[in-house]
């Protein structure tokens, strides 16, 4: 690959079917060909040179397929998400992020109320697992219609992860920031609790699907730590700044995971 343009060697491979191409100059070339008209352009015309029967197939398809075309009633248009948008989120995921947004806003209003929950702050003790609804619904095979076209994108896999992830923090972890500074909870408290709940979600997420781990993940922490603490009416060691330490070993682990095991996100198995 070139600085600006694949190469014509990879471009006739491609268009011929070699199966020598290595798997990386693939999904570049795959990956360059979105947003390079000059390369497409190239390609096509590799195609008609190097495989004619293929070429000649397509236009058969096309010839087929243009009266039909033509004599379909026009569908009228509606908004379209924008396709820079599409990168870092879907639209379905903005029902459950603006969830997420007014779950954390009622913990908060909860909490200046002082509605009896005793030295519990309910910001810190929902922290963790509302990242982890935001991350299941931007990769839910149930949710997104879309699914398998975005796993088997050149793009996809830990690199669109990562980017919805992202997207999913920086709505949630503002109102998490408002809510704790309100009501005195240090920063360090929810933030690494939160972190490493994503991060967790993740690892787990190329094991089993990301919706699957984050319904454990969230089934777990309401029975093991937020179920006894309001009983208790008293923090736990999990939501304790003594327990900091572990809340930031288990971030690490979760991500040294989602690394180690980043081409798991490629596959439609990832949407469970």
């Not at 992020?97 to 908060?108: H, K, N, R």
């Not at 088997?152 to 669109?160: E, V």
């Not at 992830?165 to 972890?173: C, K, M, P, R, Y």
């Amino acid at each position: 690959m070139s600085v600006e343009h694949a190469s014509i060697r990879i471009i006739d491979g491609y268009a011929r079917g070699d199966t020598d191409l290595a798997a990386d100059e693939v999904w570049a070339l795959e990956a360059h060909l979105e947003a390079c008209r000059v390369c497409r352009d190239r390609l096509s015309a590799s195609v008609t040179a190097q495989a004619p029967a293929v070429a000649a197939l397509v236009g058969t398809v096309w010839s087929d397929l243009e009266p039909q075309l033509a004599g379909t009633a026009r569908i009228p248009r509606r908004r379209r998400w924008p396709a820079r948008l599409s990168r870092w989120m879907t639209p379905v995921m903005v029902p459950w992020l603006a969830m997420v947004v007014m779950v954390t806003l009622l913990a908060l209003l909860l909490d200046l109320a002082d509605t009896g929950s005793g030295e519990v702050s309910l910001v810190l003790l929902l922290a963790p697992v509302l990242p982890v609804l935001g991350v299941a619904a931007s990769w839910s095979r149930g949710l997104d219609p879309a699914y398998e076209l975005t796993a088997s994108a050149p793009r996809a896999g830990l690199y669109l992860v990562l980017r919805r992830t992202a997207s999913v923090l920086a709505v949630v972890v503002p109102p998490l920031l408002l809510g704790g500074w309100v009501t005195g909870v240090t920063a360090a408290q929810w933030l690494l609790p939160c972190l490493a709940f994503t991060s967790t979600a993740l690892a787990l997420g190329g094991v089993v699907g990301v919706t699957r781990a984050a319904a454990w993940l969230v089934a777990g922490w309401a029975a093991v730590v937020v179920t006894p603490t309001l009983a208790a009416g008293r923090t736990t060691f999990a939501l304790a700044t003594d327990g900091l330490p572990v809340w930031g070993l288990i971030l690490a682990v979760g991500i040294g995971v989602v690394i180690a095991r980043r081409g798991a996100y490629s596959v439609l198995g990832a949407h469970r």
